[in-house]
């Protein structure tokens, strides 16, 4: 594996402890800024927003870029939006640097994961695109707990001032170790964004989307009101729920990373498992009361939905043919807007008085649409190859001797 894909996953890691780590600090910059919990939430809803409409708009926008050009500049936003952010006097300035390393974070993960599959041979890209990921995955593990650490006892600033110094690592790491990489064509810019936007006409390409969205949702729904279902309904006591929300980055980052070592030759059969085990684990998280049954599914919840990711990005990149920032911006897209989606449908069951075992069964019902689509996207590939063959049989040469 390049290093390079070590060092644009140690990238990730950095935006992705951005990202997350707001969760852990709103009280304090709610305090600080003199706003409500709910108005600081807001802060979260700024950045995911930013990251669905940003990547695509920022994929066509540096298709004549080099690779490497783009995302040092993209890193070097990110790093000023987090000063900018952590000198922020109040909320408006606060809330527009959000929004800023949203659009930075998501033009980044498309133009590294365009890079990322550039770098490997088509059969290692699923492996490749776990270790980018795995970025991701480690950011949950270690940097949002961190960073809360840090903002509870020295200020939600200081959390935002060590993510810009990791972010200039990140800038260091990817002047010594990625290549320099043209844009891999000579078209106009205009052509350019042409054939690029082509892929958006495949209804394929539009399912794989789908699909991830559906997977993104199904596991957001339910964890993002994962303490109270766990204290609430599953009788763990609340003082656990750190150690559970480890378990569950432990879980994702064995899932990332035996998902990406299946995920290039066998995509189906990972997602057919990976969506499977989850489904099982929404279930008996709905059903359970026992501490312990709930601590083990979290567990298997956090490995079966990251061991799908590494397949879902593969089956983006087959179907869209190519390696292009566009691909990557696109899947960005849908897994924000699985982020999006998720917690908003579980907030609508709980809003409804179903109680926070609804949150489970609403993962668990998209899970199953997930499925769902997954089965129709094999029927549509095992056609594809039935006809594949069928040509290949007519133009042999035994064929046309017997012709």
Avoid at 71 to 80: C, K, M, T
């Amino acid at each position: 594996m390049p290093l390079a894909v070590f060092v644009l996953g140690l990238s990730i890691f950095a935006l992705g402890t951005s990202e997350f780590m707001i969760t852990g600090l709103l009280p304090g910059m709610a305090a600080d800024l003199g706003v409500s919990i709910p108005d600081a939430g807001l802060l979260i809803s700024a950045f995911a927003v930013g990251m669905v409409v940003g990547a695509p708009l920022l994929a066509v926008g540096t298709l004549k870029l080099p690779r490497r050009t783009t995302l040092l500049a993209l890193l070097v936003v990110f790093a000023g939006s987090h000063v900018a952010g952590a000198l922020a006097p109040g909320y408006g300035l606060l809330f527009a640097t959000r929004v800023v390393s949203a659009l930075a974070c998501a033009g980044f993960w498309a133009v590294a994961a365009a890079t990322t599959v550039s770098l490997v041979p088509a059969a290692r890209r699923g492996r490749a695109l776990a270790v980018l990921v795995g970025g991701l995955t480690v950011a949950n593990i270690a940097g949002v707990p961190a960073g809360t650490f840090l903002g509870q006892h020295a200020g939600w600033r200081t959390a935002f001032w060590a993510v810009a110094a990791l972010t200039v690592l990140a800038v260091a790491g990817v002047l010594a170790f990625v290549p320099r990489t043209g844009t891999g064509t000579g078209d106009s810019p205009a052509l350019r964004v042409r054939t690029e936007l082509r892929v958006f006409r495949s209804g394929r390409f539009w399912l794989a989307l789908g699909v991830i969205a559906l997977t993104q949702a199904m596991v957001f729904a339910a964890f993002s009101y994962l303490a109270p279902l766990l204290t609430t309904t599953d009788g763990v006591n609340s003082s656990w729920v750190p150690l559970v929300l480890v378990l569950f980055g432990a879980g994702a980052l064995v899932g990332i990373l035996a998902g990406g070592r299946f995920a290039d030759a066998h995509p189906f059969a990972t997602l057919y498992g990976s969506l499977g085990l989850a489904v099982a684990a929404l279930v008996t998280l709905a059903l359970t009361s026992h501490a312990t049954v709930a601590v083990v599914a979290v567990l298997v919840l956090g490995a079966a939905a990251f061991a799908a990711n590494p397949a879902l990005n593969v089956r983006a990149y087959t179907v869209a043919g190519g390696s292009s920032p566009l691909v990557g911006a696109s899947t960005t897209s849908g897994f924000n807007v699985g982020n999006t989606a998720g917690p908003w449908l579980g907030g609508v069951a709980l809003n409804a008085g179903l109680g926070f075992p609804s949150v489970a069964w609403v993962g668990a019902v998209l899970g199953g649409l997930a499925l769902a689509a997954v089965t129709f996207a094999l029927r549509l590939q095992r056609s594809d190859d039935a006809r594949a063959a069928v040509r290949g049989s007519a133009r042999s040469p035994e064929t046309a001797a017997a012709r």
